[in-house]
């Protein structure tokens, strides 16, 4: 069928209706990746639900202004980008629609969006791979699939890691590794790339165990920056897994506006390499007073330099490697790291009574978002001020209603473009108590 794209949708694909009153399909929406707004496409029907189809793109019949070619040779088959056939303005210009209308529909008036953007290649600090067996070749998922697409490159990584995914096979295969020792590697260098860490999953564990360092080893001759590794025991749950070894030191240094973060191997950090300064300093510019939070706080990104201009910060995370690393980051005698999820500390001040109230809270949660718990937690205990950190829109909007109805009102909203080349998208909203 022919099909007018009216918008783009987060999760990658263009909307359309049929417009055609007497198709079957007449008025039902259909979603078709790799679509821009304004095109008109030749589709066909993949999928037919009751309230939408989803369809594959036969071809552009009517392209728009914004379309360019890929930058990648994998790419739409890789399914690890999905807007690499718009230019970097149109990717932002969609993003920046979407999160408006996700609010709307949220009935959250924005008056405007600012936004931060950058380089939208080279960007990544951390990537994470499929080993295929028998070879050795490094692979990303196929869209939509289970299937390996090999890769020798990745154009959004750091120069670092795409050196070391294109000598992976060959040093695998001279340090004598077994067919199928390892399953899954994720690399992460620092913001020089003068630091460089492995990790990596297997299901066999001794075996796997006795083959690590022959393989870092054989890593570090090529890449003397590689300082450490682990090795995880792969689960069927999504997860880290269970650390099986190490080797060398699995950790580095990470600058960000000249504060120096440790980072371990297993801790999690932001992954874009040039707009996390700008991140940081979106959230803590200005600040400054008693007491502040920073709930999910990782290795600390933001209780650091928020520990420099308040007087006590509190800093809640859960992950035991990245409390490590906040323990070691945050070590002023008048700061605390707390090792607790933020639900149950929030539960815990809420009974503790000489509790005293923070001026500020900081929020950077996963894609869950905060949930009905933690937004009436806050609500109730009543910072001054909250700023909310967010990896998906709609939770944000979900979450924003709640803290809205509780007496916050929206200061300003950032868009924050970690991810380009992807549909996801990063928001920093700050909010003041009335």
């Known amino acids: 069928m022919k099909l007018r794209i009216d918008k783009a949708v987060y999760g990658g694909a263009g909307l359309g209706r049929v417009e055609d009153t007497t198709s079957p399909l007449a008025g039902k929406t259909i979603f078709v990746p790799h679509t821009l707004p304004g095109e008109l496409v030749e589709c066909e029907i993949t999928e037919d639900r009751k309230s939408f189809a989803n369809?594959?793109?036969?071809?552009?019949?009517?392209?728009?202004?914004?379309?360019?070619a890929p930058g990648c040779e994998y790419f739409p088959v890789c399914g690890g980008c999905q807007y690499q056939h718009a230019s970097y303005d149109g990717q932002v210009a969609m993003k920046r629609d979407i999160l408006a209308e996700t609010m709307e529909r949220a009935g959250i008036v924005i008056p405007s969006i600012d936004i931060l953007d950058s380089q939208p290649w080279l960007y990544r600090?951390?990537?994470?791979?499929?080993?295929?067996?028998?070879?050795?070749?490094?692979?990303?998922?196929?869209?939509?699939?289970?299937?390996?697409?090999?890769?020798?490159?990745?154009p959004i990584a750091a120069p670092v890691l795409q050196n070391i995914v294109k000598a992976f096979p060959a040093i695998a295969?001279?340090?004598?590794?077994?067919?199928?020792?390892?399953?899954?590697?994720?690399?992460?260098?620092?913001?020089?790339?003068?630091?460089?860490?492995?990790?990596?999953?297997?299901?066999?564990?001794?075996?796997?165990?006795?083959?690590?360092?022959?393989?870092?080893?054989?890593?570090?001759?090529?890449?003397?920056?590689?300082?450490?590794?682990?090795l995880y025991q792969s689960e069927s749950q999504k997860g880290q897994g269970r650390q099986q070894a190490s080797w060398g030191a699995p950790e580095l240094q990470y600058t960000v506006n000249e504060v120096s973060y440790r980072v371990s191997a297993g801790s999690f950090f932001q992954v874009n390499r040039y707009l996390v300064a700008e991140m940081v300093s979106r959230v803590v510019a200005g600040k400054q007073g008693k007491i502040a939070w920073d709930l999910f706080a990782g290795v600390g990104l933001f209780a650091l330099p928020l520990a420099s201009v308040y007087e006590s910060v509190v800093a809640v995370e859960a992950a035991p490697s990245s409390v490590r690393d906040l323990r070691h980051n945050l070590n002023g005698q008048m700061h605390r790291?707390?090792?607790?999820?933020?639900?149950?500390?929030?539960?815990?001040?809420?009974r503790d009574k000489s509790s005293k109230k923070p001026d500020l809270v900081v929020v950077d949660p996963p894609r869950a978002g905060l949930g009905k718990d933690i937004s009436g937690l806050l609500s109730q205990i009543g910072p001054r001020e909250i700023i909310y950190v967010s990896c998906d829109p709609s939770t944000l909007a979900r979450d924003l209603q709640s803290l809205l109805h509780s007496g916050y009102q929206l200061k300003n909203v950032a868009l924050v473009d970690l991810f380009p080349e992807t549909y996801h998208l990063e928001t920093i909203v700050e909010l003041i108590h009335t």
């Open 125 to 154: 600090n951390r990537i994470r791979l499929q080993i295929r067996f028998g070879d050795s070749a490094l692979c990303y998922r196929e869209a939509a699939s289970h299937r390996d697409v090999p890769v020798d490159h990745c």
């Open 55 to 68: 369809a594959r793109l036969i071809r552009v019949i009517e392209a728009a202004a914004t379309r360019v």
């Open 337 to 350: 790291v707390v090792a607790s999820t933020t639900l149950d500390f929030l539960k815990q001040q809420g």
């Open 173 to 230: 295969e001279a340090s004598g590794l077994a067919p199928g020792l390892f399953d899954e590697v994720e690399f992460f260098t620092n913001d020089a790339e003068s630091a460089l860490l492995l990790s990596l999953w297997t299901t066999q564990s001794a075996a796997a165990t006795r083959a690590f360092p022959v393989l870092c080893d054989g890593l570090r001759e090529k890449f003397p920056m590689l300082s450490g590794g682990l």
